[in-house]
């Protein structure tokens, strides 16, 4: 297989390029661009993002429940590639680790100071309720779906077919050979669009929490200027670890980020309210799993309310444009497991995780905000990315663990960036699983260079929208993978029954010459004569 670049690498790196000048040269003019494009996304298409998301998670539960959980990623009786744990580490580092420290207190407190659907009072013991749940609901079964189904058909493709990692690869089974023409290259650019605009949006808000933290350990001045120098610096160092290996680069950070992140969640559990978390806690995840379905489809068509747009849509746009890369990386280290354990996996361990940390948190600084006066209301309202660094100072040894969690997220931003640079390096590599050094470098350039035109055509704002924008078209190719996968899974599963059927048939007729030889045997014996009609009559 030839590692050279081809059109895929071209076309992406030519579209991303052009998009870094414009919105260069025109932020201003960008931004107000990304919003028209947004509206009318949101307007015409938000039910969409709704209805897939939750497709995409029955999809792969039942995927995973039936027969076809039996079938593993690789050949039979293939052990997998890494330790469990630490395939759950690299699983967790490089799925949403820095979207999780940004938001664990900013969401709690955003919807506890302004209700979903202004359905409670502002502030009150509802809100603190509500807010729990939305945010379980988030960073819940959901998301974590969209990364599941496109890893599980990249990893079928690659290892069980023994085909090149690619996107455009899970489609062989409907589209055939076409695979191999415009339609296929079309579906890889695609992706590699998709993914760059994702990882951007989480290093851009990685930048933001970092020059939050300066500023609360080291009081380092909050802007764009100061967020764009931090993103140099984070650039220089992962472009570094991006030139080692996987299994000596992004497994021992991702391990030294499951470490530290153990260690504060355990600090925050046992020194913040630890009663009132776990009270918290087993509270929210009755009302997940109680409203779950009702959550999953609400819409405000009566008052035009734009809360559903703002968070929910946003949330699931942000997890499927980052699908492709989170998808693929996971279907990169998973080689030996079956689908069953792949699935239960991806969607059920890192969510456990998830719903331990928010309620941690985000637990805590609703404590503190309802019973010690503490004003992070008012902080998530002036500053989002404030959040969690202000409820650390109602924490003993505030400054020490402020500075621990300013290395985790810059931890995060390093494992995320990294592994955005292995899978671009695949999608653009033929599939290849070790693509060329120069490779990991271009599209971690690219990266970085997209993250600074968002910061600086409206920072938060302008992450969240290029998250939807990018989302949809790429949405809307994973129902048609679903299909694909399916379709595979189906072929797979009749060559099996029809080699069980043969092996039956086979033995069955084994069984019988057996028998009939054995009659013939008998009758031949020394000394035994065949008995004669109605002798024993």
């Known amino acids: 297989m030839s590692h050279r670049p081809g059109w895929v690498f071209y076309c992406s790196f030519v579209l991303l390029v052009l998009f870094v000048v414009a919105g260069g040269l025109m932020p201003a003019e960008l931004s107000r661009y990304a919003n028209e494009a947004l509206d009318f996304t ?57 979207g999780l420290v940004f938001w664990a207190v900013a969401e709690p407190m955003s919807h506890f100071v302004a209700p979903p659907f202004d359905s409670a009072e502002p502030r009150g013991p509802q809100a603190a309720s509500m807010a729990m749940r939305y945010s379980l609901f988030h960073w ?71 020059n939050s933290g300066l500023g609360a350990v080291a009081g380092t001045a909050f802007g764009v200027t100061q967020q764009l120098f931090i993103l140099a610096g984070v ?25 530290l992140a153990a260690g504060l969640l355990v600090f925050v559990f046992f020194m913040g309210p630890t009663d009132f978390i776990t009270a918290a806690m087993t509270n929210a995840i009755g009302d997940y799993f109680a409203n779950m379905v009702g959550m999953s489809l609400v819409m405000t068509p009566y008052t035009g309310d734009d809360w559903v747009e703002r968070w929910t849509i946003f949330y699931w746009a942000w997890g499927l444009s980052w699908a492709p890369f989170v998808g693929s990386f996971i279907a990169r280290i998973s ?54 660094f202000a409820t650390l100072n109602y924490l003993p040894g505030t400054t020490i663990i402020g500075g621990l969690m300013l290395v985790l997220i810059v931890l995060f931003v390093i494992t995320s960036a990294n592994s955005a640079t292995f899978v671009l390096g695949m999608f653009t590599s033929k599939g290849v699983l070790n693509p060329k050094r120069w490779s990991r470098l271009t599209w971690g350039i690219v990266q970085v260079s997209v993250a600074g035109v968002l910061l600086l055509s409206g920072g938060l704002e302008a992450l969240q929208t ?72």
């Open 466 to 537: 290029i998250s939807i924008l990018a989302a949809f078209p790429f949405m809307v190719l994973m129902i048609f993978m679903a299909v694909a996968l399916l379709k595979s899974l189906r072929n797979e599963q009749r060559q099996i029954e029809l080699h069980e059927a043969m092996t039956r048939e086979r033995l069955l007729r084994l069984l019988a010459e057996n028998d009939h030889l054995g009659d013939e045997r008998a009758g031949s014996e020394p000394g035994l004569k065949p008995e004669e009609p109605g002798k024993n009559e």
């Open 335 to 388: 080689r030996g497991r079956t689908i069953r354990e792949f699935v239960f996996g991806v969607i059920g361990m890192p969510v456990l995780l998830s719903i331990v940390w928010f309620s941690t948190f985000g637990g805590s600084a609703l404590y503190f905000e309802l019973f010690e006066g503490a004003a992070l209301g008012d902080a998530v309202l002036a500053e989002m990315s404030s959040a969690l």
């Open 140 to 210: 819940g079964f959901h998301q974590w779906a969209n990364f599941a189904l496109v890893g599980l058909a990249i990893a079928y493709v690659r290892f069980r077919l023994q085909r090149p990692g690619l996107i455009s690869e899970a489609f062989r089974s409907t589209l055939g050979n076409r695979v191999d023409s415009g339609i296929g290259h079309s579906i890889n650019i695609l992706a590699v669009v998709s993914t760059v605009f994702g990882v951007a949006t989480t290093l851009g808000l990685g930048v933001i929490q970092i």
């Open 235 to 259: 650039a220089v160092v992962f472009l570094l670890c991006s030139l080692a290996p996987l299994e000596s680069g992004i497994r021992y950070v991702s391990d030294a980020n499951m470490l």
């Open 42 to 98: 949101t307007l015409h298409f938000g039910w969409l993002y709704l209805f897939a998301t939750s497709g995409f998670l029955v999809f792969c539960i039942a995927v995973a429940a039936g027969n076809y959980g039996k079938i593993r990623l690789g050949a039979d009786g293939e052990a997998p590639e890494f330790s469990y744990l630490t395939w759950l580490g690299m699983i967790f580092s490089a799925g949403m680790g820095v």
